[in-house]
C-alpha cells in the first residue's frame, strides 16, 4: 500500500488493505489529518463509522481482527505515514521563478546513421533534414557554453548520440578532451555518455570508453528475430549476429556496471518479457526495453488494445525477476527500478528530466532543442552556441511543465515516480507539453506497481530469511 506523499510504502494484510479507503474518507470528514494524535473517544467513534461501513460490504471479519486491524491504521496515521496531505503544490510558483542552470547537453554528433531501424524518431539519424556530423568548433562551443550557464553546478552530463556517435568518433575524443581541459579551471566535472548501435565498436573504442565515459547506452532488441526485424542494416541485412558479441565484451569490460543494453519492444514481440530474459541470458546485468512511440498507421505501432496484454506481460516479467532474484541471478530493469528510501528531490519529481531548461539538444551545426526528440521541429529552436538560448519563450513554457500543471497528473498515484512524464510524447500525442500520452501513463502507472511489487517481494524474503 503506497501513500502517495509520503513515499511510505506499508506491507499489510488484506483486512488493513480494505479498511483503510474507509478508514481515510471517515478521517476527511471528522477533519482529521495526518500527523494529528487521535484521542481514544474519536477512534472510537472512528471505528464503529467504519465497522458499520465495512459489514455492508463484507461482514465475515471478526470484530477483534477489525480491532486490531484499525489500531494499525490509526498508528500509521498519526505518525504521518499514511493519508498524508500534498503540501509540494505551494512550491511551484518559487519552483517556476528559479533561476535556469543548465546542467546536461545531449550532442548530436552524428546525423548519420550505419542501421536503418524502422521505429526510429531520428529517420536513419537525418531527424527531418539532412544527413552531418558535427564538427569540433561547434562541440567545443556547446561546451563552452555549457560551463558558462552551469552557475555553481560542479558535475555537468554530455551525452554523445545520434544517428550514430561512432561515425563521428575523431569528434568524440576530442570533446571529451576538451571538456577534461576545462574541468580544474572552472571547478567542474564531466560525466559523458555513450548511446551507440555497436556496429563500430571496437576495442579501442571501448578502451577509451572505460575510461573517459561515465555510462554506455548499447542498443539491442532482444531475441535474434525480434533484433533483425526492427534494426537492420540499410540493405536488410540483420545487424544482431554482429552486434552481440561485442555487447557482452563491452558489458564485461565495465564489470556490469554503468551501462545498459536498450531495447524497444513493439505491436510485434508483445511478449517482450522473452527478450529481456533473452538479454539476461546473454549475461547482461543491466536492461532496459521500453514500448515504442510510433504514429498509430504503422505497423509496428502500439494499439489501444495492446495495452491490456503489455499491462500483463509487465506482471509476468516482475513474477520472472522475482524468481530470478531467489536463485542469485537478478539484474537491474530499467522501468522497475525505484528508491524507496531516497530517490530525486521533490524539484525533480515534479518537473521529470529538466528539458528545455536543464537539459537541450545541440544539433551538428549549432541550434539548441529543448531535448533530442524535438530535434527537427523547428517551431522549438531556442537558439544555437553563437547567439546562446534567444527563444526564452520556450524555455519559460518548460520551466512551468509541471505534474500540478497537467489536469490529469494532480491524482495519479506514480505522479511523483514519473514526474508528469515525457512532454515529447505529451506534445506529439495532444499537441501540448502540457498534456500528457495516455497510454504511456497506463504503462507507467503499471510499471510503478510491479517495481514496488518486487520490492516488498524482496523485503518478505528478507524477512523470512533473518527470521
Known sequence: MLDVNSGCVHIVDELVYALSPIVEKQLKKAGIKSGTVISEQIKNELTQAVIKEYQTIESNAEKALILEAMQEIFELCEAD????????ESYIDGFKSRETVVKALCLHIAHDCNLACKYCFAEEGEYHGRR?????????KALDFLVANSGNRVNLEVDFFGGEPLMNWQVVKDLVAYGRSMEETHHKKFRFTLTTNGVLL?????????????????????????????????GGQGSYEHIVPKFIKAAESRDQMDYYVRGTFTHNNLDFAEDVMHLAELGFKQISVEPVVAEETESYALRPEDIPVIMNEYDRLAKMIIEKNKKGEGFNFFHFMIDLSGGPCV???????????????VTPWGDFYPCHQFVGKEEFIMGNVDTGIVNTAIREEFKACNVYAKEECKNCFAKFYCSGGCAANAYNYKGSINGVY????????????????IKA???????????
Open 438 to 453: 495516455d497510454p504511456g501513463c497506463e504503462l507507467q502507472r503499471k510499471r510503478v506497481e510491479c517495481a514496488i511489487m
Open 457 to 467: 517481494a524482496m523485503a518478505e524474503d528478507e524477512k523470512e530469511n533473518e527470521e
Open 132 to 140: 552531418a556530423l558535427m564538427s569540433y568548433e561547434v562541440g567545443k
Open 347 to 361: 524539484a525533480k519529481r515534479l518537473s521529470g528530466c529538466g528539458s528545455g531548461t536543464e537539459y537541450l539538444a
Open 81 to 88: 505515514m499514511l493519508f498524508t496531505e500534498d503540501v509540494y
Open 202 to 234: 571496437n576495442d579501442d573504442i571501448q578502451e577509451f570508453a572505460n575510461r573517459e565515459m561515465s555510462n554506455l547506452v548499447l542498443s539491442i532488441d532482444g531475441r535474434k528475430e525480434v533484433h533483425d526485424r526492427m534494426r537492420p542494416y540499410r
